[in-house]
């Protein structure tokens, strides 16, 4: 499109202010400004006109039990088999979803190079790398293992498994692919440009993953090699296991269509999404959108109703993944500090959130799926993410919990 049709298009959103430097940039630059407008998925801004307060169309709620850990223990030689059996003839892959900005770290690079050794390197995604592969010496085979990166951490994140040598894994079963992109805006619905000539753009938030994977070619491969499931989960847990054999097995043999792997809640209030049921089908119910009974309420054990927190650990069945790949996942609006220019064309670093960012969430792919298999892990053996350099969620707590599961740092 051309300069004139550009405008036209604009002119349908109200976002003409986004050629206001167009005559002071380069041809070049004109070009690559003329290509980003192009490439905007407008529809995603319609969501400003609804009501996007979080919980605003919610349905009904109930809540859904887990397979409970004692359980597991009594069946874990059951699971392990299925799951050992499907991961040798490599049914499963795994997809590491690091394209986030981890802004709450304030760590400039990507997440997962954040070293969290203490008298020796020990990098986050060196723990990952180490938990899989903990699994593949005991399958004695690889097993693919799909990256997920965004624009603004692609190149160095390839560079720094290319320096690392993989951390020991084969690249030849290791797949990089990078997430779309949204733009930001003010919060009057503008889009906000970051330089002159550059549209603010931010990646959509971990829910694009499939249909990244897919566009990407990535999912061809994997098809190709016989995968029929797929795990997910966060660059930021440093414990996590990832594709255990019991997890594998136990969502396998209770035929549902995915499975979360959950925590018990530490207290009624905890500030955790938990898996339940809405209108009948699997989903996760922010702690903010819980009523007090919600909270409050035990069933005849006197365990809590909604007991099962999430910890973006998910298994997929591919088929129904495909299922749903062209259904339209909830846009999520976030507020956030953006970078970006002024009217005038200054630069400003908000030290508050000045605008919106558009995010679609894993989380809501569950809500697509017929069944969903809580599975309940020990948090303290499986849960350690970094959100944070300290506090809650952080750097300190998940050094210590390296440490308590004998992790030398
Ligand atoms: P978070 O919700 O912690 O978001 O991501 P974030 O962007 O990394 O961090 P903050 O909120 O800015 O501090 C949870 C997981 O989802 C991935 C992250 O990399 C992390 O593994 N993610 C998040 C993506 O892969 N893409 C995204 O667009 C957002």
Redesign the pocket.
Known sequence: MNRQETETLLKQHGQEHLLRFFDALSENEQQTLLRQINAIDFSLLDVLRSDHTPGAQRGVFAPLGALETDEIEARRNEFEAIGLEALKSHKVAAV??????????GYNQP??MFNVGETRELYIFQCLINNLTDVVNRVHTWIPLCI???DKNHDQTVAFFREKAYFGYNPDYVFFFE?QMAPSTDFEGHILLEEKGKISL?????G??FVSLSASGVLEKLKAMGVEWLTC?????VLQRINDPAFIGAVISSGCDCGGKVVRKATPDERVGVLCLEDGRPSIVEYYEMTDDMIRLRDEKGNLLYNFGVI?NYMFRLDRLEAIRDQKLPIHVVE?KIPCLDPEGNPVSPDKPNGYKF????LDMIHMMDSCLAYEVVREKEFA?I??LHGIDSVDSARELLKKNGVTL
Do not use: I, Y
């Open positions: 590491l979803l690091a394209g986030g900005q981890g802004t709450r770290l997440k997962g997920m990166t965004s997430q931010s990646p959509n938030g971990n694009g993953w989960f966060a660059v930021d847990n973006l956030k995010e679609l969430l894993v993410p959100k944070n």
